[in-house]
C-alpha cells in the first residue's frame, strides 16, 4: 500500500499541474483533506506529512476525533461539508472553522444565532443543489438569490457556493454553473471537485476542493 505522505504528494502534483494549465497560482486553491469514516491512526500520517485542512461531513464524528487531534495540531483548520441539522448548529459553530452546507432559510437563523452567542464567525458556503436532483442536499437554483439575501441581512460571513454534481455525468458542465453562479452573486469561493473531478473543477475556478478517497484510500 502506498503511504499517505506519498499519496498526499501525487495529489498535491496534480493540483500543481492543473493550476499550472490554468494559469492560477496554487494558493488560490485550498486542499481539503476529507477524513470522514478515518480514525485518528489515519488521518496522523497526513498531519505528519504537512496538511492542515481536513472535512468532514458529521457534527459528532468530527467532535470525536478532532478535539485530541488538535491538541498535537492545533494550527489545523476543520471544513464541515456534510448536511447540517439546525439543532447541531452551535455544536458546528464551535468545532469548524468553516461550513460549506448553509442550504435553507431555517439554518440561515441557527448559524446566526449560534454565531451570535459563540462570538465566533464561521466562513460558510452556500451549497446549491447544482443537478436539481430530487434526493440531493442544497439550495436550488432558483432559491438562491433569496437564501442570499436572507444570509446577508443576517451578516452571516459568505465564503462562497459548493455544490456535488450528479454522479456518473460528466461534471464540467456542473462546475462551470455553480463558477458562473458564484460570479454573478460576487462570491469569491468554488467548493467544488473530489477525488474524481478535482483537476477539472480547478481549471473551472475551484477554490476548495474536497478530497477524501484520493487520500486515504477506499472508505470501508
Ligand atoms: C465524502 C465527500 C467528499 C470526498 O469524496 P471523495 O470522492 O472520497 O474524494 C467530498 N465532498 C463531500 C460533500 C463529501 O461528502
Known amino acids: 500500500m502506498e503511504s499517505a505522505a506519498h499519496r498526499l504528494a501525487q495529489v498535491e502534483s496534480r493540483i500543481l499541474h492543473a493550476c499550472g494549465i490554468a494559469g492560477r497560482p496554487r494558493r488560490d486553491v485550498e486542499l481539503i483533506a476529507v477524513s470522514k469514516t478515518h480514525d485518528a491512526p489515519e488521518i496522523l500520517p497526513l498531519l505528519e506529512a504537512g496538511q492542515r485542512v481536513f472535512g468532514e ?6 467532535q470525536g476525533k478532532w478535539p485530541q487531534l488538535r491538541e498535537s495540531f492545533p494550527d489545523v483548520a476543520l471544513h464541515l461539508v456534510g448536511q447540517l441539522q439546525s439543532n ?7 468545532l469548524f472553522d468553516a461550513i460549506h452546507s448553509l442550504d435553507r432559510p431555517s439554518l440561515v437563523k441557527a448559524l446566526a444565532k449560534a454565531m451570535d452567542k459563540a462570538g465566533r464567525r464561521v466562513p460558510l458556503f452556500v451549497q446549491v443543489n447544482i443537478g436539481a436532483e430530487e434526493q440531493k442536499g442544497g439550495c436550488a437554483i432558483a432559491e438562491l438569490p433569496a437564501l442570499l439575501d436572507q444570509a446577508r441581512a443576517a451578516d452571516l460571513p459568505l465564503a462562497g457556493l459548493m455544490c456535488v454534481p450528479p454522479l456518473d455525468v460528466e461534471p464540467a458542465p456542473f462546475f462551470a454553473l455553480l463558477d458562473k453562479l458564484a460570479g454573478d452573486h460576487g462570491l469569491a469561493g468554488r467548493s467544488m471537485g473530489m477525488s474524481g473531478d478535482y483537476e477539472t ?3 473551472l475556478g475551484a477554490t476548495h476542493v474536497r478530497v477524501g478517497t484520493a487520500l486515504f484510500g477506499d472508505r470501508g
Do not use: P, S
Open 201 to 203: 473543477a480547478i481549471m
Open 57 to 62: 461531513n458529521r457534527v459528532q464524528e468530527a
Open 88 to 94: 447541531k448548529a452551535e455544536e458546528a459553530v464551535a
